[in-house]
């Protein structure tokens, strides 16, 4: 059932392959492949490894209608995200469109100023607060407490 809901960003060797089926299995993560198609990108660390899940019915819906193979769906769902927020980081640095860049709080520190928030280097370019925490969430930061606008 693993073999046919994910889809890797290279073609993993035999270890990388039951490495990764045995941790998902392990962590009960193989149950969300019922609804689930899942990609696996695999970068050039090790131990770095990034899981992405799309809805089934949506990779379903997008390769029956644009008569695309699963796999081109999934890349395409992949790679959009990328393309997508360069693209808003030229409308943004071009003022168009009323972009704003936001980075993730995930957590706060009590210091003797008084508290400090956690700030991750990553950032996302969105027109809205909602919005950035929807892409935040979408690129793993579950631990998300808030967004922080840093142009005000």
Known sequence: MLNNKIYWSEEPTVEQEILMTTFLKDKGYDKLLE????????SEKPEEVFFKLYKTTRVMHMSKKYNFSVDQVMEYLFDSFGFYQELREVLYWNSIGDYKKYVPCTGE?????GVEAVIENEC?????????????????????????DIDQ
Do not use: P, Q, S
């Open 35 to 42: 609804k689930h198609h899942m990609y696996i990108f695999m």
């Open 109 to 113: 520190i009590k210091t003797i100023n």
């Open 124 to 148: 996302v370019f969105a027109k809205t607060k909602k919005e950035a925490e929807i892409l935040f969430r979408d690129i793993g930061y579950h631990d998300l407490m808030y967004v922080v």
